[in-house]
């Protein structure tokens, strides 16, 4: 029988929600969903039960009865709400050490706390507009794809976090090939669908109204799509955005693909906004993540939900098992 492994968590922004949510995940998932946190300890809120551990190992026997802490001291304590640049350095090695954890076995899975990009701009020279691109280079993966899942809906950005200006030029043949084969793949192998149903929507208005609202979905998107049908891809579009995201289209489809970052994070933000999990495709490693950002606003007053972290917590502990 193949021993169970916990999940990594790295610790994301101190300032921000990850720390507060982290302890209310372990306190409803305990050992129903096995992980470690990565960061400093001083960072969690007062009174949190937590046990520090020396590997991820000991997680699978502490996390019935406190939160497993791979300790990783920061430059000083954190401030609820204000991003402090002198902690860039330890958020960036929470991840890299989580990836390498995981990357080592000794962890099932990557689960990251939302970071907080200026902060770490400003205190590291952080050279990655996300997670997504940061987890690809320490992976050597020229191109990974970004989902975000829940039960309603999953949903890929061809073009992640660029200005809507740039979608168009960003937007290649190559490019949107790669994220359908990298997203049927995903789906494939981490969530068990053998034959993937991908719909894929329109960069225009009406998907170009034959023309009249745009010209890259005849002059070379339908190509493709045709093209890739002829190997077997079961494919549809390119369809208008406007009408893909409805009760009947959804079940026509396991996955829609879409152009660009709003296209296709709005509906499922809309949908179902605190279960829905970003998870990266294209990784040799399993990573999911909540669907939010740091909620700075809102940090250290004990309201922040943890249901987003929980779900991805559980996605990543449904994916990491074996079919």
């Not at 793949?185 to 719909?199: D, K, T, V, W, Y």
């Not at 940090?299 to 779900?311: F, K, R, V």
Request: with cysteine; glycine share 8%.
């Amino acid at each position: 029988m193949t021993q169970a492994r916990p999940i990594a968590l790295s610790c994301g922004e101190p300032a921000g929600i990850g720390p507060e949510i982290a302890a209310k995940a372990w306190n409803k998932l305990r050992d129903s969903c096995p992980f470690f946190w990565i960061g400093d300890p001083r960072h969690l809120p007062s009174g949190t039960t937590f046990a520090e551990i020396e590997s991820p190992s000991e997680a699978l026997e502490a996390c019935s009865s406190a939160l497993p802490v791979l300790t990783m001291p920061f430059d000083g304590a954190a401030t609820p709400g204000h991003p402090k640049a002198e902690h860039a350095a330890g958020v960036i090695q929470s991840i890299e050490t989580a990836v390498a954890l995981v990357q080592a076995g000794q962890a099932s899975a990557l689960c990251t706390a939302p970071i907080h990009k200026k902060a770490l701009i400003d205190g590291a020279g952080f050279a990655y507009p996300g997670h997504t691109e940061f987890l690809a280079a320490l992976a050597d993966r020229k191109q990974v794809v970004m989902m975000l899942a829940s039960e309603q809906l999953r949903v890929v950005p061809a073009t992640i976090h660029i200005p809507l200006a740039q979608v168009p030029q960003q937007l290649t043949p190559d490019l949107l090939r790669t994220t359908i084969k990298i997203t049927v793949e995903g789906l494939q192998n981490q969530f068990g669908i053998a034959h993937p149903r991908i719909a894929v929507a329109g960069l225009n208005p009406h998907a170009g109204e034959g023309g009249a609202m745009g010209h890259e979905e005849l002059d070379w998107i339908t190509p493709l799509l045709l093209d890739m049908q002829s190997d077997a891809y079961a494919l549809t579009g390119p369809h208008p955005a406007d009408t893909l995201f409805h009760a009947a289209a959804r079940a026509r489809y396991d996955a829609a693909i879409c152009m660009y970052h709003d296209q296709a994070l709005i509906p499922i933000k809309t949908l179902d906004f605190d279960r829905g999990v970003n998870i990266t495709l294209g990784l040799p490693f399993i990573r999911t993540s909540p669907d939010h950002g740091t909620a700075c606003d809102i940090a250290g007053q004990g309201i922040a939900n943890p249901t987003s972290l929980i779900e991805a917590l559980k996605m990543a502990q449904t994916m990491a098992k074996p079919s």
